[in-house]
């Protein structure tokens, strides 16, 4: 069986995705046609130039005083966390060679507020992220939605359906979000500065070990700059992907030994998409995502969710994720840091 799974990484890259690391780019919008055969169809990634060129936030939001103005008066969801990485495995105050599942503290903010500690984060303190997963852009942006397109016309016309979620992200160089997959179609378009996403098919779950780790909210107290990391009561688990794809120069070895499918098998296809540019990112591809910058530049971006199809490929793919897979080298995650999996129907989905 391990080397039938291995085989299916090797040939879905033959057979569609290609060995090279990177994703393809087109220099203008696909026709809705050429983009439902092309890269919906086959599940594969692309990065679109030249189709958001029109969007006044291009030019707009790279101005602060543009967006505080504008967003004087609105309050926003602001993520914060004491090292920029938000729905991410953190040991267990309580217990620290235990893992637990880590969410930010989401604390409703005057935007100009939220900005000016998005741009005092510090990754060894409190880094602020705005972002909330649920349509955001549109319920809490009010004021600036009419600078970006409503939908992008070609990806709703090849969907055969209106996005389901439209959400903004506004962070700088200290976020990043871990691994993990959507249940949903996503058009990334970033609106200044550069995102650059680490991307795995979905035909490789088994690389990210994911196993059920017990969920913690962060809280954060103003007055002193403090968090505290609790246990949610009652408990849950969270099934989630265990690999960390930048460990300290320390922990490498450690880390390579614990995860060696994800360390020694197919390389991620890697991009960065600058402003202007979207990628689409198809559903279940696993994704972890970080943004560069220098001091006080803002990465921001707009990302559109479209429901995905519940159909054979998803079915395949529970199939595939069903199959206890373990690499003959790498040895069982120590008890106390996880649960076993149970795989139901809903699997890593918190949102
Ligand atoms: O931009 C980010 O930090 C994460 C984006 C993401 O995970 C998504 O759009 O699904």
Known sequence: MNEKIEELWREVRELSLGS??????????????QFHRNFITPNKPCIISNSISHWPS???????SYLTQSLSSTTVSLHLTPTGSADSLTPLPSSPSSLCFASAHVQNLPFPEALRLINS?????????????????????????????????????AFGLEPEAVNLWIGNKHSSTWFHKDHYENLYAVVTGQKHFLLFPPTD????????????????????GEF???????????????????????????????????FNGPPPFECTVKAGE????????????????????????????????????????????????????????????????DFGPDDDETR
């Open 20 to 33: 090279k690391r990177s994703i393809e780019r087109l220099e203008s919008a696909p026709t809705p046609l």
């Open 58 to 64: 291009l030019s707009l939001w790279s101005h602060p």
């Open 121 to 157: 984060s510090n990754p060894s303190q409190c880094v602020a992220y705005a972002q909330q997963q649920n349509d955001c852009f549109r319920s809490e942006y009010d004021s600036i939605v009419k600078d970006c397109d409503q939908h992008i016309a070609w990806a709703t016309e």
């Open 205 to 224: 779950v088994h690389r990210f070990y994911i196993r059920n780790y017990p969920a913690a909210t962060y809280k954060y107290y103003m007055e002193t």
């Open 228 to 262: 505290d990391l609790e246990l949610d009561k009652p408990t849950r688990y969270v099934p989630w992907c265990s690999v960390n794809p930048f460990p300290s120069p320390e922990n490498l070895e450690d880390e390579i030994s614990k995860f060696p499918l994800y």
């Open 278 to 341: 979207i990628l689409y990112l198809p559903s279940m591809w696993f994704h972890h995502v970080r943004q560069s910058g220098d001091d006080g530049e803002l990465t921001i971006a707009v990302n559109y969710w479209y429901d995905m199809q519940f159909d054979i490929k998803y079915a395949y793919f529970n199939f595939l994720q069903s199959i206890d897979y373990r690499s003959p080298t790498s040895p069982m995650m120590p008890e106390k840091l996880c649960e076993e999996i």
